[in-house]
């Protein structure tokens, strides 16, 4: 299947309406934060009350940037001449005027705050439905320590949910990190299912070597048995991954006292060829040692610089190719269906925008 409908930035390149992440709670603090989220200048900030807002980081007036400006209570005041606005995105004040006139109001964006991650809706204001948003408790579940990292990537973001849902690359990319025996990578039980627009990929490593990480984190020597669940939804991908000393019952459902990991990746496009790679894991285990948590954050870390550097070199090489053709493996099964779910979404937003203009002109 060719990349490039995907990649190409006429044709858009993500879903506008689902939910991305904007970033982690603990990043808004008393600064307004300015990121680019799907195309959009966008600057997040809290209110007085401490609920977390998005707005277009760009003033009415001038054309400001907002994020250079300055919260005060409820409001953003902008750098430049001093207009304030509110959280709905609505001008409320203008220093030496009092009228304020019609159209003076930047966009907002919908932005939930939930298990210490920030959602953002791109689309539609009206279509932002935060029952879609699934609940990852383990961010902040005490019995959880959970590390945040994130990466800004050269590439189109489907490049990185490709990555995550063909594990095949542990064992040449990861050799340091997370890679384990590669002839055990190659016997992976792997099964992959469609759900509506959910793609899940079990995959079952028996009795193989500890990798790296496994080695520090948990003390194995001897063989284990791995699993790893992944299941993607435009446009997050969760990844709950586990190990147990081998042949003691983990493929049959006895997981009690496993090494137990909880991912959740979060590829939001920047641009068509740029991406901010939001990643968290939490772990199970040794929760009162903050120096694990801290060697758990660099590995994570670690790990996926690995996978940035691949996806930029390969993004690079697509973008000077366009039109030649890829082969598809066997293990690309669940990124085909992820790009599918993708595709379908994109085609319907399509659909629905050009009735719109349809019914507007009838
Ligand atoms: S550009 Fe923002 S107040 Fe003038
Ligand atoms: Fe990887």
New binding site residues.
């Given amino acids: 299947m060719s990349l490039v409908p995907l990649l190409s930035p006429e044709r858009g390149y993500f879903p506008r309406n689902v939910w991305y992440i904007a970033g982690f709670s603990s990043e808004l603090r008393d600064k307004p934060l300015a990121r680019r989220i799907c195309g959009h200048a966008v600057v997040m900030f809290r209110t007085a009350g401490g609920r977390a807002v998005a707005l277009e980081d760009r003033?009415?007036?001038?054309?400001?940037p907002?994020s250079a400006?300055e919260r005060d209570g409820d409001i953003i005041r902008?750098?430049?001449?001093?207009?304030e606005f509110d959280a709905s995105g609505a001008c409320t004040k203008?220093p030496g005027q009092a009228r304020i006139p019609p159209g003076a109001r930047v966009r907002s964006f919908p932005l939930v705050e939930r298990d210490a991650l920030l959602w953002i809706w791109p689309g539609d204001q009206e279509k932002a439905d935060e029952s879609l948003i699934v609940s990852r408790p383990y961010h902040t579940a005490p019995d959880w320590a959970c590390v945040f990292g994130t990466l800004e990537v050269k590439a189109n973001w489907q490049l990185i949910a490709d990555n995550l849902l063909n594990l095949s690359h542990l064992q040449y990319v990861h050799k340091k990190t997370i890679g384990g025996d590669p002839d055990a990578d190659d016997r992976a039980e792997v099964t992959v299912v469609r759900d509506g627009n959910r793609v899940r990929v079990t995959r079952w490593l028996l009795n193989v070597e500890p990798p790296p990480l496994h080695r520090m984190a948990r003390g194995y020597t001897g063989p284990i048995d791995r699993w790893q669940e992944f299941e993607f939804e435009p446009c997050v991908l969760q990844f709950h991954s586990g190990a147990k000393e081998a042949g003691t019952g983990a493929r049959e459902g006895r997981r009690d006292g496993a090494m137990d990991l909880r991912h959740f990746h979060a590829p939001t496009p920047q641009g068509p060829h740029s991406t901010l790679y939001f990643f968290t894991r939490a772990h199970n285990f040794r929760l009162d040692d903050a120096e694990l948590t801290e060697k758990m954050r660099r590995s994570m870390l670690a790990t996926f610089e690995e996978d940035k550097a691949v996806i930029e070199a390969q993004q690079a090489r697509l973008l000077e190719t366009e039109d030649e053709p890829l082969i598809d493996l066997r293990d690309d099964a669940a990124n085909l269906h992820a790009r599918r779910i993708v595709r379908q979404l994109m085609a319907q937003e399509d659909a629905a925008e050009t009735s719109g203009r349809h019914l507007a002109h009838a």
């Fill in positions: 003033c009415v007036h001038r054309g400001m907002l400006g902008c750098a430049y001449h001093g207009l203008i």
